[in-house]
């Protein structure tokens, strides 16, 4: 194959530790009609990205079988019908997959300009977790100004988005987390802190809002944190479950729900059709990238990996050691 038409990129050899990460040469994507071909400069690694590794999240069909949900780079291809991004235009684009290589096809209605201010390293932290939050907090959620959110993971490249723009958009956020320092990083962003590990947030949320609870709960835990959860939310309060970190499977009491008029929902990114994630697209250019440009809400970035040293991004991700997101550099 010639030269000119591949590309190093991450595969997975087996499903398995870091260890079964390895960089190898790879035919360059082609994209479709619909779609753009990015010269990565950066990729950003999620929670997804591991589970795939583990053999636990498998691509959905037609899905590249490299990893990498989020990208940051020059357009170098167009499809046919596309006409935006235009050629040499930097952008940052969410994907189903095929991120963790030096170029990924990526569907036009999905990228979006790198905001003001911001590099390719930062741009590329922001779709997989803008994406997920705005979808989830704002749209499925419902989250208005002047209510009470409650934020798992605050310390996460998902808590850290979720608290700006939960606070952006005038709520009183609190925010659960693991460690003093991660319980400070959250307050610096705007949310009441909660240490799961010294503290029943159940009793501090009850305590902190004079027994009403909280209007809207974003949850990656799942596991026994589903009846906690119920059990501090306000009456009409909704949770929205985005992960299962502690297992997908719990036994609850059911009646929370009926005296409360509780609403219970959740969803995945991944495979949603491209045309909805299209409308999340829109609503993020129109309201969360005015925010970016003026630095009202800023990408937090822990620690960056050449894409060679993919395997210790992954330590790092599975270690819980970081706040924010981790991000492979790919090229300059």
């Known amino acids: 194959m010639p030269a000119a038409e591949t590309m190093w990129a991450v595969e997975i050899m087996e499903p398995g530790g870091p260890e079964v990460l390895r960089r190898v040469p790879r035919p360059r994507p082609v994209p479709g009609d619909d779609d753009v071909l990015i010269r990565v400069i950066a990729a950003g690694v999620n929670r997804p990205d591991v589970m795939q590794r583990e ?85 499925r959620g419902r989250l208005r100004p002047g209510e009470r959110f409650l934020v798992h993971g605050g310390a996460s490249g998902i808590g850290v988005a979720a608290i700006q723009l939960a606070r952006a958009f005038d709520a009183t956020v609190y925010a659960t987390a693991g460690s003093a320092v991660k319980c400070r990083f959250c307050a610096e962003l705007g949310a009441a802190a909660i240490n799961y590990r010294e503290v029943d947030f159940v009793d501090e949320i009850r305590g902190r809002t004079g027994g009403q609870g909280v209007d809207l709960i974003l949850d990656i835990v799942g596991g026994d944190y589903l009846q906690r959860n119920l059990n501090c939310l306000a009456p009409d309060g909704r949770l929205v479950q985005i992960g299962v970190q502690q297992g997908p499977k719990t036994t609850i009491n059911l009646l929370p729900i009926l005296l409360k008029r509780l609403t219970l929902t959740g969803s995945t990114l991944r495979p949603r059709p491209v045309p909805e994630k299209a409308l999340i697209a829109d609503a993020l250019r129109a309201r969360v990238w005015p925010l970016l440009a003026s630095g009202r809400i800023k990408p937090v970035v822990d620690r960056t990996f050449p894409l060679a040293r993919v395997a210790d991004a992954h330590r790092l991700m599975e270690s819980g050691r970081h706040i924010g997101k981790i991000v492979l550099e790919v090229a300059a």
């Open 55 to 139: 053999g636990r999240y498998p691509p959905p069909p037609g899905a590249p079988d490299i990893p990498g949900l989020e990208v940051a780079g020059e357009v170098v291809t167009q499809g046919a019908k596309v006409t935006r991004p235009r050629l040499g235009e930097r952008v940052c684009a969410l994907v189903t997959g095929g991120g963790y290589a030096e170029y990924c096809a990526a569907a036009a209605v999905l990228c979006l300009p790198i905001p003001q201010g911001l590099n390719p390293i930062q741009a590329a932290s922001l779709p997989e977790t803008l994406f997920t939050v705005w979808s989830n907090v704002f749209e």
